[in-house]
């Protein structure tokens, strides 16, 4: 299956600390993405790293890519309440023309 | 002003009945997609149209037809439900230009078969 998986399952921290979720994958990609889902709500695109691209920073956000080990992670810093949801990963295949997600980690952050 | 939007929000329903769940985006995007997420929150892909063109059919029981009137919409029809059917429905669409583009989600049509 070309399907990402993601670790860990769930995250709980508290408010203030960092939260890293990883995330890896089986064949070559032009792109990895991560993608916000809150309770009940439709999945919101955060961050987009291509496939020559190492790091890449947004805010809070910082994501890695490392292609030879077909991971990737996503670094939330200094982490507030509003954080809390499920955070996806997907990849874009080569000449696939869709994305493919993982399972998703669910973070909570506690006040 | 909503970007994607999708109706119903829920859907109960009996197995065996036909439904359907409509898609609109305003984004002026050209390709447009249903995923389907189901109780372990893993979301597929089930289809991909792109202006208005079937470009992808994952594995889809032919019970799902998606249909295309224009780029804008994207809907879903669903013969003959069954219990397993019962999900969390997303739309999505994204603009062209190359692979590397995000795709803009709606916020989700959850469907109860009973």
């Known amino acids: 299956s070309q399907q990402g998986e993601e670790d860990p399952q769930a995250l709980s921290i508290q408010e203030g600390e960092n939260a890293t979720m990883n995330c890896s994958y089986k064949t070559s990609i032009n792109n990895l993405q991560w993608y916000r889902q809150n309770s009940g709500r439709g999945l919101v695109h955060l961050i987009l790293i291509r496939s020559n691209e190492r790091e890449k920073h947004s805010g809070r956000l910082r994501v890695t890519l490392d292609t030879s080990k077909k991971s990737s992670s996503l670094l939330i810093t200094a982490s507030r309440a509003a954080d809390t949801a499920s955070y996806f990963c997907a990849t874009d295949f080569q000449g696939a023309q869709k994305l493919v997600f993982g399972q998703g980690t669910r973070l909570t952050i506690n006040p | 002003d909503t970007a994607v939007s999708q109706t119903p929000k829920y859907l109960v329903t009996q197995m065996g009945n036909d439904k359907s769940i409509k898609c609109e985006q305003n984004?002026?995007?050209?390709?447009m997609y249903w995923y389907k997420q189901d109780s372990k929150k893993f979301l597929k892909i089930m289809f991909s149209?792109?202006?208005?063109?079937?470009?992808i059919n994952e594995t889809v029981p032919n019970r799902f037809s998606p249909k295309s009137p224009d780029k804008a919409h994207l809907n879903l029809h669903i013969n003959s439900l069954e219990l397993g059917d019962s999900a969390v429905y997303f739309c999505?669409?994204?603009?062209?230009?190359?692979?590397?583009?995000?795709?803009?989600f709606g916020p989700g049509t959850r469907l109860t078969v009973l």
């Open positions: 149209y792109n202006n208005k063109e079937l470009i």
């Open positions: 999505a669409s994204r603009p062209s230009g190359g692979d590397s583009v995000a795709q803009y």
């Open positions: 984004l002026g995007h050209d390709t």
